[in-house]
């Protein structure tokens, strides 16, 4: 049994001279729930239709499951459901009927899968009205329930929080979460809420311009966050003043917002916030924190920072 459960080679997509996809190496381990991350254009909806068979590449190739070509890989495709981009649904058919005609294209035999799977996404009062008079969310929902119909062991999603409210949002990441714990499925999933998919992914994948920037873990990523000191005063220019006097060693920030974060090695909170209110400063927020997804992936992309940086 291989180890992954998706792997891209030098995988390449152009579309005339335009290149969607450069030399993409990427790699998703089983078990996993690996968060693509890219700005609109990225490469990400491309990569994904390619997986699913939906497109083929210029150079290099897929593997799913350990198979990379022929009949093998269209037979691995069967283990796998997606959503990607708008899901193709039939306006006119109710949610049920939709999933009744995916049944019959996928070969399912089994009829309790349509109502079990409406049950799993939530749609179970829903069977009977049309999917055109869905609202955006629940699209999404019926879209992920085509995914689900055959069991699959690995899940295609492509932002497939769209439409969906703070509650669906939840309410979406609950069943990722137990779809990933109860059923071992592996999740290959794009968002453009980073946070999401920070509370979600075990892996993540960068691609900007149609380039793999990096591939982590949420370990290795949660190492590259660094830890800082988050201080608020009425006079941040003071304030760094005063840091920079006293502390030779750490490395301060100050963004356009007033906010200093002063990062790691910092071993001494208590004496910086005294020295702080003893020039007369209001210290008004004073707390550890973290770089956060957002950041990381803004900075290595090489998008604008939102502060300069102040040698201390």
């Given at each position: ?206 691609i900007h311009n149609g380039r793999m920037l990096e591939q982590l873990t949420a370990n290795e990523l949660q190492a590259k966050c660094r830890q800082y000191l988050h201080i608020k005063v009425d006079s941040p220019e003071t ?74």
């Open positions: 049994m291989s180890e992954y459960v998706l792997q891209a080679h030098q995988l390449s997509k152009y579309y005339k001279k335009h290149p969607a996809l450069e030399v993409v190496d990427l790699s998703i381990r089983r078990g996993s729930i690996y968060g693509f991350i890219g700005q609109n254009g990225a490469g990400k909806s491309t990569f994904m239709r390619i997986a699913a068979g939906l497109s083929r590449p210029s150079s290099g190739r897929i593997e799913l499951f350990g198979a990379g070509e022929g009949a093998k890989l269209v037979q691995a495709r069967k283990r796998i459901g997606t959503t990607i981009e708008t899901p193709a649904l039939f306006p006119h058919m109710s949610a049920a009927e939709n999933l009744e005609v995916f049944r019959l294209q996928q070969g399912i035999r089994d009829k309790t899968r349509i109502r079990q799977t409406l049950s799993l996404v939530g749609l179970a009062e829903a069977g009977n009205k049309t999917a055109g008079n869905f609202s955006l969310g629940m699209k999404q929902r019926l879209g992920l329930a085509v995914a689900l119909l055959g069991n699959p062991e690995l899940l295609i999603l492509d932002e497939p929080t769209n439409g969906l409210d703070p509650v669906g949002v939840v309410e979406l990441r609950e069943l990722l979460l137990r779809l990933h714990r109860e059923r071992n499925i592996s999740i290959l999933m794009s968002s453009h809420i980073l946070s999401e998919l920070h509370l979600l992914a075990t892996d993540y994948g960068i304030a760094v003043g005063i840091i920079q006097g006293e502390y030779g060693s750490s490395e301060c920030v100050l963004d356009a917002n007033g906010i200093i974060r002063l990062y790691e090695p910092f071993g001494r909170p208590g004496e910086l916030s005294a020295k702080l209110f003893a020039a007369g400063l209001e210290v008004q927020q004073f707390m550890p924190e973290g770089d956060k997804l957002e950041r990381y992936y803004t900075k290595l992309i090489g998008g604008a920072d939102n502060g300069k940086s102040v040698a201390v």
